[in-house]
């Protein structure tokens, strides 16, 4: 059983910082794109960055300049560091790993259970 457990996430002032880590736990063969996506309150799941395999990384043109995703493949962990938080960064923070639990296995998705950042004064 692969699970990923999301850490780091609370209340912060606007233009504060937080640092979001996920770790998975499981046997896993391979882990290839490591993301965070969040959903805010009434709206859908959006993508905030990616990190390859390889190390490289893309954002969502809200959170760049400001966001930055990193990873450790020995770890099997991903982190998110966040600064300059606005208001709009309120949300439910979810990580998101692409991965093979065996060498025969088909790729999947897997998803950590979320957690929340709140931006507020």
């Known amino acids: 059983q692969v699970q990923l457990v999301e850490s780091g996430g609370g209340l912060v002032q606007p233009g504060g910082s937080l640092r979001l880590s996920c770790a998975a736990s499981g046997s896993i063969f391979s882990i290839n794109v490591m993301a965070w996506y969040r959903q805010a309150p009434g709206k859908g799941r959006e993508g905030v960055a990616h990190?390859?395999?390889?190390?490289?990384?893309d954002y969502a043109d809200s959170v760049k300049g400001r966001f930055t995703i990193s990873r450790d493949n020995a770890k099997k962990m991903v982190y998110l560091q966040m600064n300059s938080l606005k208001v709009e960064d309120t949300a439910v923070y979810y990580c998101k790993f692409g991965l093979l639990r065996t060498y025969y296995s088909v790729p999947e998705d897997v998803w950590g259970q979320g957690t929340q950042v709140t931006v507020s004064s």
């Open positions: 990190i390859t395999k390889g190390g490289t990384t």
